[in-house]
């Protein structure tokens, strides 16, 4: 396959390429636009002009340097063997082309699409997304040979994308109602995809009937559809095998398929919980769950919300801690689609364990929490610390609030206080820093022999 007519290099060598802001030249959809989306929809043939590339709206050589905007890309198939359920699977791909492109970066998917032009490549020639259509068009007819016509259109126009993205987000929302209903228990083969692993190498996404890929983009019909067309690709069938854990989601195919393709470093995965071998995280999940130390209990925080969660820390803090493909206890990347699912969290109590959720996303999954719940879990406008989820939740008597009762009751009986410490009075808080965690220590008593400062090189 040919690119010599595209001004900068193509190969899979710049996938995970990162392009920081400082040497971005524009940047298409991401966090600072509510706008975005990518679709693949299937189309008659007779609909489908091959290698027709439109540019609605600025095209990249009319776009000031460092501007944000609004962004769509809608690609059209068409082919005798292809079907409607596919799309979601050549959808998913996008993400893996582009970023063959050297200086083009792309992250995430759906309606949460993040793009960015590094002003290098810009500088060598790539100013149009006519080269980026090309690349697009090439590459799906040389790795899904079954489309026989192609057409790839790139909306820029902000009027124009947030009317497509409406139409986008009734699409994804039918595609996601397709899977529900259907268990885990009742399916054979479970589906895993290391599309990924150019961000994160020992990420392996386990995707089930009730458990959706971590960036919301793949079912587990969409896996199955992938695994047909093509065999050999980033998205393959786990044979399920014994299950050892039914709570926790865990399974003798999972582990040894798990094992082999991170390299050896992840040898269990439990599908159910945010503990233990949870399931590790890439950097393309549509939320994360993170556990509060302070209530017992775990937050969710989403990629669009844009203030503080209420332990303080944005999503960025906390994706940084849980992306990686590493199995880190109670940060777990998640898709919108697995908190509708009864298996959501199972293992940690599920919903009756959640006890803050920004009212966006609560808003999207409200259906599916237990009515009883729903006016249990506050969200930013409710609380804003942790001192105010506390005292929330003990007001509307949250479920984990039972937790905390039995958590005392379990506690040994306190030890008599030594004579010097009766004297002295309360022991002081000692407060650290670890790891970007603040760790403090009430009532501590510290012995050290010797202490050691070094000055980190």
């Not at 100013?127 to 690349?135: D, L, P, R």
């Not at 364990?353 to 249990?376: A, G, H, S």
């Amino acid at each position: 396959m040919s690119f010599e007519d595209i001004p900068v290099d193509v190969g899979i060598i710049y996938e995970g390429e990162r392009i920081r802001w400082k040497d971005t030249f524009v940047e298409l959809g991401g966090p600072r636009v509510e706008h975005k989306f990518e679709l693949v929809r299937v189309r008659p043939l007779d609909q489908v002009e091959n290698g027709k590339i439109t540019i609605i709206g600025p095209d990249l050589k009319d776009m000031e340097p460092k501007s944000t905007h609004p962004f769509g890309i809608l690609v059209e198939v068409a082919g005798k063997e292809l079907e409607e359920e596919m799309e979601g699977v050549f959808e998913r791909r996008i993400h893996e082309f582009i970023n063959y492109i050297q200086g083009f970066m792309h992250l995430n998917q759906r309606y949460d699409i993040h793009l960015r032009l590094s002003m290098a490549s810009f500088k060598k020639g790539l100013n149009s997304f006519e080269y980026v259509g090309k690349v697009l068009i090439r590459l799906y007819k040389s790795e899904i040979p079954i489309i026989e016509k192609i057409q790839v259109t790139f909306i820029t126009d902000p009027e124009k994308v947030k009317e497509l993205y409406q139409e986008a987000l009734k699409i994804y929302e039918a595609r996601d109602a397709r899977i529900r209903g259907m268990k885990d228990e009742d399916v054979d083969v479970f589906y895993g995809c290391t599309l990924c692993q150019s961000f994160a190498p020992t990420h392996v996404c386990v995707i089930t009937p009730q458990r959706y890929a971590n960036c919301g983009a793949i079912s587990w019909l969409d896996g199955r559809a992938a695994s047909r067309v093509d065999p050999k690709g980033p998205i393959f069938v786990i044979e399920k095998g014994k299950c050892l854990d039914p709570i926790k989601g865990e399974y003798e195919g999972v582990n040894k398929v798990v094992k082999e393709k991170s390299g050896g470093v992840i040898e269990r995965v439990w599908l159910y919980t945010a503990f233990g071998y949870e399931h590790t995280s890439c950097g393309c999940f549509e939320a994360v769950a993170f556990y509060i130390p302070e209530v017992d209990g775990l937050g969710i925080i989403d990629r669009d919300f844009k203030g503080k969660a209420v332990n303080g820390l944005t999503f960025s803090a906390i994706a940084d801690i849980t992306a990686g493909g590493t199995q880190v206890d109670g940060f777990h990347g998640i898709s919108i689609e697995y908190m509708r699912s009864p298996k959501f969290l199972q293992a940690d109590g599920g919903w009756s364990r959640i006890v803050w959720v920004p009212k966006r996303v609560k808003e999207k999954v409200k259906d599916f929490i237990p009515p009883e719940l729903v006016d249990k879990i506050p969200t930013e406008e409710d609380v804003s610390n942790v001192e105010e989820l506390k005292e929330f939740l003990k007001r509307v008597g949250h479920p984990v609030v039972e937790r905390w009762k039995a958590m005392e009751e379990a506690k040994p009986p306190e030890e008599e206080k030594p004579a010097e410490e009766a004297a002295l009075g309360p022991l002081p808080t000692v407060t650290a820093t670890v790891g970007g965690f603040r760790v403090i220590f009430e009532n501590a008593r510290i012995y050290a022999d010797r202490v050691i400062i070094k000055r980190i090189k």
